[in-house]
């Protein structure tokens, strides 16, 4: 099969697509021929060399794909060769092929295209388990994501939407901030010219992926009770933290990663996802959003589109 292959830690002129060996099917895995794969940021910190696979995972980047099902390991019931199915991946799926535990498999959504589907996993699985699992984010609530216009953004907004809650985002353009109110936000601040303190507190819940940079300022935003969700760091590592005024409000900080998370606990996720959001796609009040595709083996250049930032929603490449 072939792959892109991080030659060394660097830009994105060093990911290459080349032959590698074919992965084999483990007892409770499948293998995916592979249609197509989602691009997320965390692919680009592994290109950097800042965040190596798991243990035991594919060295290649890519946390989520869709497919064909070559191969059924002996212990997998439910799917069967041929069978199409998305998955959440601890990493390899930018490949032609790549091994999947059985239960980070989903079905696609009817209605949607192999493309399309492959957009769908890390976002719905990261959105669903931080928001709603974690942070427990109820009707009538007010709900407050970063980077709106990303691709967990823009699957944010409309689940947080879909659940009933008052939907605030933060973008750095015009036409990101009314995509994002296309998609249901009902205030969208921009982060260049506006403090997103005075326009969103007090808030219930809030989906970080800056980290360090906005960490007093999204504990500020907070209400009494309220819960901060952060998940990634591109705002930096470390970052100053009022305890008394989280004490006062009696708020809590919550920091994960869905992909250091055990097996179980991925299967327990994606089995919520099929449970809790999948229908709302089938019926059209969610869905995936896709900026642009791009052949797999132009991964360099899909990372150069990320880094830029003007993107709206998700990047997918495709075999």
């Known amino acids: 099969m072939h792959a892109i292959v991080i030659e060394k830690p660097g830009d994105p002129d060093v990911l290459r697509w080349t032959e590698v060996p074919d992965p084999v099917a483990g007892h409770d895995e499948v293998v995916l021929d592979v249609v197509a794969a989602g691009v997320n940021r965390a692919d680009l910190m592994q290109r950097r060399g800042f965040y190596p696979p798991p243990e035991g995972a594919p060295e290649y980047p890519g946390l989520e794909a869709s497919g064909r099902v070559a191969a059924v390991g002996a212990g997998v019931t439910g799917w069967k060769v041929g069978d199409e199915a998305c998955a959440l991946l601890s990493g390899g799926g930018y490949a032609t092929r790549v091994a999947v535990p059985a239960g980070q498999l989903l079905p696609v959504p009817r209605g949607l295209s192999l493309v399309e589907a492959a957009a769908l996993p890390e976002i719905a699985c990261t959105v669903w388990s931080n928001v709603f699992m974690l942070a427990r984010l109820r009707p009538g609530e007010s709900f407050l994501v970063h980077g709106g216009a990303g691709g967990i953004g823009t699957m944010a907004i409309q689940l947080a939407k879909a659940h009933g809650a008052r939907v605030l985002c933060t973008a750095g353009s015009a036409e990101k901030l009314e995509q994002c109110r296309r998609l249901g936000a009902d205030v969208a601040i921009n982060y260049r010219t506006e403090d997103f303190v005075q326009a969103a507190r007090p808030v219930d819940v809030i989906l970080d992926n800056i980290g360090a940079e906005y960490l007093p300022r999204n504990i500020e935003a907070l209400g009494t009770g309220g819960r901060l969700v952060v ?26 990663s869905l992909r250091a998370q055990p097996l179980e606990e991925k299967a327990q996720i994606v089995a919520a996802v099929r449970e809790h959001v999948w229908p709302l796609v089938e019926s059209g009040a969610v869905r995936p959003v896709v900026d642009r595709t791009l052949p797999m083996a132009e991964a360099a250049e899909a990372h150069r589109v990320m880094e830029d930032g003007g993107h709206v929603g998700k990047i997918v490449l495709t075999v």
């Open 231 to 256: 998940i990634g760091l591109q705002g930096g590592r470390v970052g100053e933290l009022d305890l008394g005024t989280l004490l006062t409000k009696r708020a809590a900080v919550h920091a994960t």
